[in-house]
């Protein structure tokens, strides 16, 4: 599976240091398109410095980021931002939702942001989305009256909405109990197998790594 | 974007009342003054345009083109061409003029009215109704010679009505009026107090003060000879009033400076709502970043929240200002209803929204400056910047140097610029200065005060820009009460040598009777009174005599001490004040030598003139010795309590003083009309810069409320760990005394510097021996106040969280 000719998204020799801290020593990491890569590794070993660089949410501190053929230390903020928007989606532990919007307002935020009208196509995707997702009857609620799976899904959704390169999820479900932790698990397995989407995952949790395709081990900023 | 924005003020909305609240007072503020300023114009428009307001061209002198000379008045219409004018157009003209007559009642005693004494003034009336622009109340208007309408004021106070008869005039010119009628007529320059046909007016052409003003016409007043201007009637009244609107638009100037003192503080209110509004909004912008928003976008989107915002209030303001306004005009005498001040309301609107979007611009570029990975951390959110201090210190610094500079060469401009900068700097270094200030203040209410004053504290810009507000209004006021109290007790010894004695009762004819003193002490309001004894004696230059008297014992009554009286002998001491008469003066300068005869004696004195005390001239006792060996009491000096009622006391002096032939001179009224002005124009300042403190105590509940609602956590996880509801209470609305109290000392001290430079500066050149006195018991009661109304402000957000 590591042969993949074309990965969704690579590194080369990425490092990144906070002041003293040494968080990434050069990794080199492919992303095989349409395959469930999870990224393990103990507390503080860089997994969530890695996927912030992959989502060009922090800055290489040396070497290289590839998302989708864009090298992305050549963007500046503003085109960071709409690649970002374009070609990534996140899922993170907590707070995916604003909190005043309804989860379809949510869901269609990356569409609006990007100076999409929402036309019929669109709802139509959100509807198809949340329907997968077995979240189609909440569309109208906001964050407070859904569960926290619930919550995991429509941010599934809101990722899955621009139909992204990528998928980035952080600890998708730190917050949640293993009952929910699974069918959040199963959706984010069923868009690589249905939706084809490539997904990279973070997580300490081995239950949660057996979803994936692949698992990478990271251990004090190195690849092990 | 939009979808954002809705939601976001929907969901918002509410915290940002505060500082809505804030724009609002002061765009009200604006509208006010802009309101009451039309209808003071408006109302001079009506009061002074009256005579010409159904007239379509005025008559009156051509100020290029004339000859003043044989006028009374340089600025009136040569009389010939005046009255051939009103003779030819009849009922379309409408002479504007007076004359100042004798008048005497029926029964030949002099008539009164007003301060007019034995004397009136007559003016014409329009020849038809539809020029005449005085207001009939009672009875007719006069149709032929000996009639005549009385102002129903002067009748009021002259004691006049309907079918009584008045002598006007002397000798030949006297005419004997019959009153048919009451009127009242607007003041203006051509008001009078009696109005009669114009063939009656002619009557008395040859007075000296007789006189046409100008014609008010209806039509075309036709060819017109030279020296004589037609002149549209809305352009005269435009024109004339311009003159007269000066000192409303002087006034509205000043009004606006509290403005824009009131724009200032709820600038920087708005400034710290939204700084914290978007402090706890870090996050979900932080979010909008993760998923796509770029940093224009999110900029436009906080922007466009402090437009609508700006929009709203200040819209509310300019209603609820115009509102006011219109209502006060109601109320308020000498205002007429104005159209609407349209450049005012606008430019109210504008000030409003401006200040909302240039005080929410650096928090709004904050925000949009938040990076996205913020939504990832958890915890409390810090509003880090640029501190300014080098920039504050800097200020404070030259602006030392420039109110040192202004002091030493009493340069007030400089005053002005060197106050403000150092005020800025202070300002500018609030980040700084504040927060140590607020923990030593939090240090003296003991453990009791440790959690306030950490939470005062922990956001320093916040708490600084908060207290900044605070700080304006506070130093302020604190400068105007010093300086105030300042410039009253240097006025108020300055008017003691000034006016010595409060009324003097004095007889040149007769000895006053002796029950007169016992009487005037027992007269309610009189503190004190003195007989002063002397003579009557002859001094060159004055036809009636004067009584010279010693006067020893002056200190009893006089405000001076008595100075003014110790007279060294062989001078004369002269009140100027009370020699100079409309008729002529008394032609003596200071150290002129002067004869004072009195009967057979002969005294040669040197002349010391001062002023206060009236006409009885003051002499040592030896040189009165020299001039009468039987001194009889001729003055009284009487000194007022100090809560005498200034009229009804003089009202009962003037009556003793009749009663025994004497006359009465008042110094008394003068006295506290100077007094109550100051005390009207103090109150009047201080009623204004109200007006920002209470904005600035708006901003400080509001800062705490908002604080408040971000700490929502903790305060459960105090309550959790044994706090007490009240312990919760006491400890929020502490946050909001502290930082109260600390803007309110910091602004006294700051405020009493510069009152201080400013004394030095201003008063000290004037009045050389005036002094600086501090008002601690109103600073401390300012203090006070401020500290009690935070505890207020502070409670209404605490019954939020406390539930």
Redesign the interface.
């Known amino acids: 599976m590591a042969t993949d000719p074309i990965p969704a998204a690579s590194t080369r020799n990425l490092t990144k240091t906070y002041g003293p801290v040494c968080a990434l020593r050069g990794v080199d990491l492919d992303l095989p398109a349409g395959r469930f890569t999870a990224i393990m590794g103990p507390s503080g070993s860089g997994k969530?410095t890695l996927v912030?660089c992959l989502a060009g949410?922090?800055q290489a501190g040396g070497g290289t980021v590839t998302v989708a053929g864009t090298e992305l230390s050549t963007l500046d903020?503003?085109a960071l931002?709409?690649f970002?928007?374009?070609h990534i989606g996140?899922v993170?532990?907590a707070?995916?939702?604003?909190?005043?919007?309804t989860a379809e307002?949510n869901v269609?935020?990356?569409l609006?942001?990007?100076g999409r009208r929402l036309d019929a196509a669109a709802r139509e995707r959100i509807r198809d989305l949340a329907e997968v997702l077995g979240v189609a009857d909440r569309l109208g609620h906001r964050p407070a009256e859904l569960s926290g799976g619930e919550q995991q899904r429509i941010a599934i959704a809101?990722a899955l909405v621009?139909e992204p390169d990528l998928l980035i999820a952080?600890e998708p479900t730190g917050n949640l109990d293993s009952v929910t932790s699974a069918e959040v698990l199963d959706h984010l397995r069923r868009t690589t197998d249905e939706l084809d989407r490539t997904v990279v995952m973070v997580t300490h949790d081995p239950e949660a790594a057996r979803y994936a395709d692949r698992v990478v081990i990271l251990e004090d900023g190195r690849i092990a | 974007?939009?979808?954002?924005l809705l939601?976001?003020l929907?969901?918002?909305g509410r915290r940002y009342a505060a500082a809505g609240i804030a724009v609002i007072v002061s765009v009200a503020f604006i509208v006010v003054i802009g309101v009451l300023t039309a209808g003071a114009r408006a109302g001079l428009v009506a009061s002074s345009g009256a005579p010409y307001r159904d007239a379509d061209v005025v008559v009156d002198a051509d100020p290029e083109n004339s000859d003043p000379s044989g006028r009374p008045y340089p600025d009136v219409l040569d009389s010939a061409a005046a009255v051939a004018l009103v003779e030819r157009l009849g009922e379309d003209a409408s002479p504007l003029g007076r004359v100042l007559l004798p008048a005497r009642r029926a029964d030949g005693t002099p008539l009164d009215h007003g301060t007019l004494r034995g004397e009136t003034t007559v003016g014409p009336i329009a020849g038809g109704d539809a020029l005449r622009w005085q207001t009939l109340i009672t009875g007719r208007f006069p149709t032929g010679p000996g009639e005549a309408v009385v102002h129903v004021w002067d009748a009021d106070s002259a004691d006049l009505a309907v079918g009584d008869r008045v002598r006007v005039g002397e000798g030949t010119a006297a005419v004997d009026l019959v009153v048919v009628g009451l009127v009242e007529s607007p003041s203006t320059w051509s008001q009078a107090s009696f109005y009669v046909t114009w063939p009656q007016y002619l009557h008395w052409r040859d007075q000296p003060t007789w006189h046409v003003g100008s014609v008010a016409v209806r039509g075309d007043p036709g060819p017109l000879p030279a020296g004589v201007l037609a002149t549209p009637a809305q352009v005269y009244v435009e024109e004339n009033l311009a003159r007269l609107t000066g000192g409303t638009d002087a006034t509205a100037l000043m009004l606006l400076l509290f403005a824009a003192v009131a724009v200032v503080v709820s600038g920087l209110v708005v400034a710290t709502t939204f700084a914290a509004v978007f402090a706890q909004r870090r996050?979900?912008i932080a979010?909008?970043?993760?998923?796509?928003?770029?940093?224009?976008?999110v900029l436009g989107a906080v922007c466009r929240e402090a437009l609508v915002l700006g929009v709203l209030a200040s819209l509310a303001g300019t209603v609820a200002g115009a509102g006011l306004g219109y209502g006060l005009i109601a109320v308020l005498p000498s205002m007429d209803v104005p159209a609407p001040p349209v450049p005012w309301l606008l430019g109210g609107f504008a000030v409003g929204v401006l200040v909302t979007l240039v005080a929410s611009a650096p928090p709004a570029w904050n925000a949009a400056r938040v990076h996205?990975?913020v939504?990832?951390r958890q915890g409390s959110t810090d509003d880090r910047g640029p501190a300014g201090g080098s920039a504050g210190g800097l200020l404070v610094a030259g602006g030392t140097v420039l109110l040192a500079q202004a002091m030493a060469g009493s340069d007030r401009i400089v005053l002005v610029v060197g106050g403000a900068a150092v005020f800025g700097g202070v300002l500018l270094l609030g980040p700084v200065l504040i927060p140590p200030a607020i923990r030593a203040a939090g240090a003296l209410l003991g453990r009791r005060g440790r959690l306030a004053t950490a939470n005062a504290v922990r956001h320093p810009r916040r708490t600084a820009t908060t207290t900044a507000a605070l700080l304006i209004g506070v130093t302020l006021t604190a400068a105007v009460l010093t300086g105030s109290a300042t410039w009253r007790t240097a006025i108020g010894e300055h008017r003691d040598t000034q006016l010595p004695i409060d009324v003097a009762i004095t007889s040149a004819d007769a000895p006053l009777p002796d029950e007169l003193l016992d009487q005037v002490r027992a007269t309610p309001g009189v503190a004190d009174a003195i007989a002063v004894t002397g003579t009557v004696a002859q001094l060159p230059g004055w036809a009636d005599p004067i009584p010279v008297v010693a006067a020893p014992d002056a200190a009893r009554v006089a405000r001076d001490g008595g100075a003014f009286a110790r007279v060294p002998p062989g001078t004369i001491v002269i009140d100027e004040d009370a020699f100079r008469g409309p008729r002529h003066e008394l032609s003596l300068r200071p150290g002129d030598p002067v004869a004072v005869a009195a009967g057979e004696s002969r005294v040669d004195l040197e002349v010391v003139l001062l002023g206060g005390w009236g006409s009885a001239a003051v002499v040592a006792p030896e040189t009165l010795a020299r001039l009468t060996g039987s001194p009889e009491p001729r003055v009284l000096w009487v000194r007022a309590g100090d809560d005498a009622d200034p009229l009804q006391l003089v009202d009962a002096l003037d009556d003793l003083a009749d009663a025994a032939g004497a006359r009465i001179e008042d110094h008394l009224q003068a006295r506290t009309a100077g007094e109550r002005e100051f005390a009207v124009l103090t109150w009047s300042v201080l009623g204004l810069l109200s007006v920002s403190v209470a904005i600035a105590l708006i901003g400080i509940g509001n800062t705490v409320s908002l604080s408040v609602l971000e700490r929502d956590g903790e305060h459960a996880l105090l309550r959790a760990i044994g706090l007490t509801r009240r312990g919760l209470r006491r400890m929020i609305a502490t946050e909001a005394a502290l930082m109260a109290v600390v803007a309110a000392v910091l602004g006294t001290a700051l405020g009493v510097a510069f009152a201080w430079v400013a004394h030095v500066t201003v008063v000290l050149p004037i009045l050389s021996r005036a002094s600086l006195q501090v008002p601690w018991p109103a600073l401390a009661a300012v203090v006070l106040g401020i500290g009690l109304a935070a505890l207020i402000a502070g409670i209404v957000p605490v019954h939020r969280t406390a539930r």
């Open positions: 969530s912030h949410l922090e903020d503003d931002t709409a970002r928007r374009e996140f993170f532990q707070f995916n939702l604003l909190p005043m919007l307002q269609a935020l990356p609006e942001l990007g809101r621009t952080d | 974007m939009r979808t954002v939601v976001s929907h969901a918002h996050r979900e979010l909008l970043r993760c998923v796509g928003a770029t940093r224009r976008q996205p990975l939504a990832l």
